[in-house]
């Protein structure tokens, strides 16, 4: 049985992974800040074993130079990968794009696994991964250089981690759990708020399991040695801090704020952040991921079942939302969605594997038809996030719709441009409905093979941003096909097709056994 499990993981892995390479783009690295600092700070360690990046381009540190304001967890990670692309002369950036597919295919696999260490068929697991995988935000960052399918796999990967160690009552998961908090809070120091619903799970699962006086031991000697775990990475985390802005407690974003005189939370209107991130046409995450809706249907049979990790996962959702909508940039722009909130995805859609189970699911087709038909228009709006980059969108409604942008800027650091705030609850300015337009008129451009001329359209920036303006989808294998027309480059897509169709046949094979 745990051989099956461990091939059907494999094939999973393999088939979101084949989908998600043949999704990716080649612009996108070279055109969103965290990958571009990433880069950077790469470069220097790698070069000049120091920190720091070219002057202009980042925070200006204690010392006078020019700092990334992003975590060092990904760079870490990225490391050895980027030696390798330098020693072997091959280009850094071709190497670190697959990092992120390959980080997201591991996280929609391990929804999988979640689902059957939880006590769920295979066939439930399958389709709740499924779901994850192509029907949710998972599908658009697989793509985007950023560090949000880092820090999702990474959380993943702890709250699984503890749910073994309270069932199993073995210190290797409680350890790992630990540890993957730690690189989670690297990658992004907000990850570090997962330790409180953690410790909620424990919490949970020892008033049904344990008496009150052994909860006390239980829970005081788990924390000690999650603390212990996560140590050396707050150490890091602290020192990065006091050695590129002379404080332990300055990660950089608030440095940004004081410089451009904006406040990150005292003058946030929550109700706004609330109700922009999960009702706004323009980031409302249910509009993104409209498939988690069935989220609130079937969450509390599962936390019948489930209590600790009902617990964890529905404390987590509340912490997020609640530091999130406080925050001046809510919206995360330039973004697809609301990015902040996608670590939740997987913890809104494990719960609903308990569709399968309901007397409803068995007993009305009405429920099962309504249930594809959300799932199919989930899958629709994911083509649509990944088939036109999303800075398109941001240069569209600029330019064409005359949207008035706010940039706010002070010495010493990067400016923060993103659209007005009424932008985002105006529907005739939705990405989603935006970006579908767009698509169209690049599908029906490239079958009438109309070509751009880039070099003499004014409105193009110099570089790799010229790309933006030209008919072609914001697959890697379409620009090459676009300005080389060689037919060669397109047998890549049913090479890629074909090993996603047998993963996806085996993986059947195998919820049939």
Not at 58 to 79: A, E, K, M, N, T
């Amino acid at each position: 049985m745990q051989r099956h499990n461990f091939g059907l993981m494999l094939y999973l892995f393999v088939f979101f992974f084949t989908v998600y390479v043949m999704t990716s783009s080649v612009i996108t690295i070279d055109l969103f800040d965290v990958s571009i600092m990433r880069l950077e700070v790469l470069k220097a360690i790698y070069e000049r074993f120091d920190l720091n990046v070219p002057a202009g381009s980042g925070v200006v540190g204690i010392d006078g130079r020019d700092y990334s304001w992003f975590g060092i967890g990904s760079v870490l990670l990225f490391l050895p990968f980027y030696a390798l692309a330098r020693i072997a002369d091959i280009s850094p950036n071709i190497v670190l794009s697959i990092l992120n597919p390959l980080f997201s295919a591991a996280t929609a696999a391990m929804v999988c696994y979640f689902c059957l260490s939880t006590g769920y068929s295979r066939k439930q697991s399958v389709f709740a991964s499924l779901v994850y995988g192509v029907g949710t935000m998972a599908w658009y960052y697989s793509k985007d250089p950023g560090d949000h399918s880092l820090e999702t796999f990474f959380l993943l990967l702890s709250t699984l981690s503890m749910y073994k160690y309270i069932k199993s009552e073995k210190g290797c998961w409680l350890v790992l759990s630990g540890f993957s908090l730690g690189i989670g809070g690297l990658v992004r120091p907000t990850s570090f708020m997962l330790a409180l619903p953690l410790m909620l799970m424990l919490l949970a699962n020892c008033n049904k399991v344990k008496r009150i006086s052994e909860c006390y031991n239980v829970i005081f000697r788990s924390s000690v040695i999650l603390v212990a775990c996560l140590l050396p990475f707050l150490s890091i985390f602290l020192w990065y801090n006091n050695y590129r802005f002379g404080s332990i407690f300055e990660s950089g974003y608030s440095l940004i704020a004081a410089r451009a005189g904006v406040s990150l939370f005292s003058k946030t209107s929550f109700f706004t952040g609330l109700a922009g991130l999960l009702v706004s046409p323009g980031k409302g995450f249910f509009f993104y991921s409209p498939i988690t809706l069935l989220f609130f249907f079937y969450f509390k049979p599962f936390w019948k079942k489930h209590q600790e990790l009902g617990t964890c996962f529905i404390s987590t959702i509340i912490i997020y939302v609640i530091f999130f909508s406080k925050y001046l940039y809510w919206h995360g722009d330039w973004a697809w969605g609301p990015r902040f909130l996608f670590v939740l995805t997987p913890f809104l859609v494990i719960p609903i594997v308990e569709l399968f189970e309901s007397k409803l699911w068995q007993e009305k087709g009405l429920i099962r038809n309504a249930t594809l038909f959300l799932l199919l228009i989930s899958i629709l709006i994911q083509i649509i996030s990944v088939s036109v980059h999303t800075y398109r969108y941001f240069v569209y409604i600029q330019t064409d719709k005359n949207v008035k942008f706010t940039v706010d800027k002070g010495v010493g650091a990067p400016p923060v441009k993103e659209p007005a705030v009424e932008t985002y609850f105006n529907w005739k300015l939705s990405p989603i409905l935006l970006q579908a337009g767009m698509a169209g008129d690049i599908m029906l451009a490239t079958l009438a093979g109309r070509k751009a001329d880039i070099s003499s359209n004014p409105e193009t920036e110099s570089g790799v941003t010229k790309l933006l303006h030209i008919d072609c989808l914001d697959f890697w294998w379409h620009y090459i096909y676009y300005f080389s027309h060689n037919w060669l480059i397109l047998l890549v897509v049913p090479i890629l097709g074909f090993i996603a169709l047998v993963s996806a046949y085996k993986v059947l094979t195998l919820i049939q056994q």
